[in-house]
């Protein structure tokens, strides 16, 4: 198969691309290298673009068409919260808009396979502890709507023009796979964390009064190659004449508070992180855990790293990466 992967050279995206690499497929990357870069993707052809600018769409036909592509991994977008409320506007644009673009290209180029890069952010604060897909979503800020209506986007495709489309809810990401792949863009706790530290810096800690059971925010963190295998189980469901569902959770069905990944971060990596406490960033709901039941029993995925592991293997990039910390 050839697969287009946009944001492909980035954290999460260049994950996917080697697991491509490895089990014998074609892959193009069309990234912006914004926070992504060449060095990530191997051979994979690489076309340096913004999905959601001018001229884009002309552009992304014309790939389809010349690799013969077979599916698409939709990963290109923006995805700090806290930006998304200053910066409404920007953020419909780059992926509401990127994500019209890649659809549109598909159809003029005939390609009917899209595995969407979504979020748990699109469940906004929910009432129960852990969330299922059945949930009606709620997002409580933009970056969480834009995601919201990328799965209409691709749901309305689907209806009007055949597409098979599915969307992964991610929760939150962690960790590395190989040590060259580790979070190159600090915009994830773990590497605003290190971050911090190996600038001489206290990490900073947003929020401990929230109604969790240390204040801290608790989140369902999950390995980035765990995240990364998903989406070949996805990629293959797709081949199949029926899908069910169009939307899975890709979490493990259980949290973990900021207060316990900073102290985890510490024991793997015999650091003293000591965190300054700061306000409330906006739209962050206090617990975000997601049920893995329907992606368990319809793609046969399963996360397989505990936090100590992710945590570890997070650790391990970073002090391969150019930056590492003295301990």
């Known amino acids: 198969m050839t697969i287009l992967v946009t944001g492909g050279a980035g954290y999460i995206g260049a994950h996917v691309v080697r697991l491509l690499q490895e089990r014998g497929d074609e892959v193009v990357v069309v990234d912006d290298l914004s926070t992504g870069a060449r060095s990530r993707v191997g051979d994979a052809t690489v076309i340096e673009l913004d999905v959601a600018s001018a001229g884009a769409q002309e552009v992304l036909v014309a790939a389809l068409r010349e690799h013969e592509v077979d599916a698409v991994i939709h990963f290109a977008a923006r995805k700090q919260v806290g930006e998304s409320v200053a910066r409404p506007t920007y953020y419909y644009q780059q992926n509401v808009g990127g994500l019209t673009n890649v659809l549109a290209a598909m159809e003029e180029a005939g390609v009917h396979k899209l595995v969407f890069s979504s979020s748990a952010a699109t469940y906004g604060m929910p009432s129960v502890s852990v969330v299922e897909e059945k949930l009606h979503a709620e997002p409580i800020n ?173 650790w391990k990039a970073w002090q391969a990466g150019p930056r590492p910390i003295d301990v």
């Open 142 to 314: 933009p970056y969480g709507e834009t995601k919201l209506v990328g799965e209409w986007m691709g749901r309305a495709a689907s209806r009007a023009w055949g597409l098979k489309f599915v969307a992964l809810r991610y929760f939150n990401v962690a960790g590395s796979g190989w040590d060259d792949l580790g979070d190159p863009a600090v915009l994830n706790l773990v590497p605003m964390v290190l971050d911090r530290i190996e600038r001489g810096e206290q990490p900073r800690l947003f929020g401990d009064d929230y109604p969790t059971p240390d204040g801290t925010c608790i989140r369902d963190y999950i390995h980035v190659l765990d995240l990364a295998k998903a989406h070949i189980a996805a990629l293959q469901y797709l081949t199949h004449d029926s899908q069910p569902f169009d939307v899975f959770n890709v979490g493990t069905g259980t949290g973990a508070s900021v207060r316990e990944v900073i102290d985890g971060l510490a024991a793997v990596s015999g650091l003293t992180i000591d965190p300054i406490v700061e306000a409330r960033r906006a739209g962050d709901p206090p617990q975000l855990v997601g049920s893995p039941e329907r992606i368990n029993e319809i793609l046969g995925w399963h996360a397989e790293a505990g936090l100590e592991e992710i945590l570890s293997s997070a």
